[in-house]
């Protein structure tokens, strides 16, 4: 089995920071759920999340993910939205960081009353994972513990989503943390960047696991819509407007950003341009593919000894 030491906690103040982003997401997460309301316009919503995380002394490590009923993942408010939630299966996905160090977590809101065994499959895929972590256990066994609880519910976990490795300034590092027995198949919620589905985990390592369970097939594809992009590399532009728009991508030091964070004239032409030339990707909203509902929720862990501590819960 691979190891991963690309997110080793190595020193005092590294586990520090990842604890303060912690504390920070802690409450956010309080103050994020008691602010969802049915009637609520989603764009407000985003706007109150990140001003509240910077109000915290944190910085969003990414945009926050608002995902509705068969969307898993990757949905973010345009500027101005018009949407509302109503009675719907929310999906909060939110990241804070501080000096680059994350966490992660998600949660979901049942606001139609009537998928609350759903949202339960998640959660309970959730705890079976986090008690299954320690030193020497391999992300397959992780898997499988994912899987076996949110079958044993009557859902299906999303087969082709995983959880991910965190380290600074990156919200997808390695390994794959998969949600069934073997790892997974297909494209993940990292968007390709995240490798070793079958890592043994060590000591310091912190990785973001995120059990997403539906009553539909279990697999998710690329929906239409794409409001989340990252920079890839470093590469110099000729054109001015696109010039202008990548000062302000280059600020986020490679995390995730959502297009209603920059301004510009020539804004949506530049994004396309940057992302035809490689410097930046996108993150199209995950949308299950029999239109089955979905339920996620997440917690980040730093893997000790014995155990783990989980930075975003109480």
């Known amino acids: 089995m691979a190891k991963c030491e690309i997110n080793q906690i190595n020193t005092d103040d590294v586990l520090d920071k990842y604890r303060a982003a912690g504390k920070i997401h802690q409450q956010i997460m309080k103050d994020a759920r008691e602010k969802v309301k049915i009637g609520m316009n989603v764009y407000e919503y985003a706007r109150y999340v990140d001003e509240r995380i910077v109000e915290l002394g944190g910085k969003p490590a990414f945009p926050v ?54 949202v339960k499959a998640s959660e309970e895929g959730l705890k079976a994972a986090i008690d299954t972590v320690k030193a020497g256990v391999t992300t397959l066994q992780i898997g499988a513990a994912i899987e076996d609880t949110i079958t044993g519910l009557g859902f299906s976990p ?4 995983m959880g991910h490795g965190l380290a600074q300034y990156m919200a997808h590092a390695e390994p794959s943390v998969p949600n069934v027995k073997g790892g997974g198949t297909g494209a993940n919620k990292c968007g390709g960047a995240c490798g070793g589905a079958g890592a043994e985990l060590c000591v310091g390592d912190t990785i973001a696991i995120e059990p997403f369970a539906t009553d539909g ?98």
């Open 65 to 118: 993910n608002i995902s509705f009923n068969e969307a898993a993942a990757h949905d973010t408010p345009l500027l101005n939205d018009t949407r509302v939630f109503g009675e719907d299966v929310v999906k909060i996905d939110i990241g804070v960081h501080v000096d680059g160090y994350i966490a992660d977590g998600a949660m979901t809101i049942d606001l139609s009353g009537k998928h609350a065994a759903l």
């Open 217 to 314: 097939v279990g697999y998710v594809e690329n929906g239409p819509v794409k409001e989340i992009f990252s920079q890839l590399k470093l590469k110099p532009t000729r054109m001015t407007f696109v010039r202008h728009v990548l000062e302000q991508i280059e600020e986020y030091r490679g995390l995730p950003f959502a297009r209603r964070w920059l301004e510009g004239d020539k804004l949506d032409l530049a994004l396309i341009q940057l992302e035809r030339e490689k410097i930046i990707m996108s993150y199209p909203v995950l949308v299950e593919v029999s239109g089955g509902m979905v339920s996620q929720a997440e917690h980040t862990v730093i893997v000790t000894e014995d155990g783990c501590e989980v930075t975003t819960r109480d």
């Open 158 to 161: 999303v087969k082709n989503l």
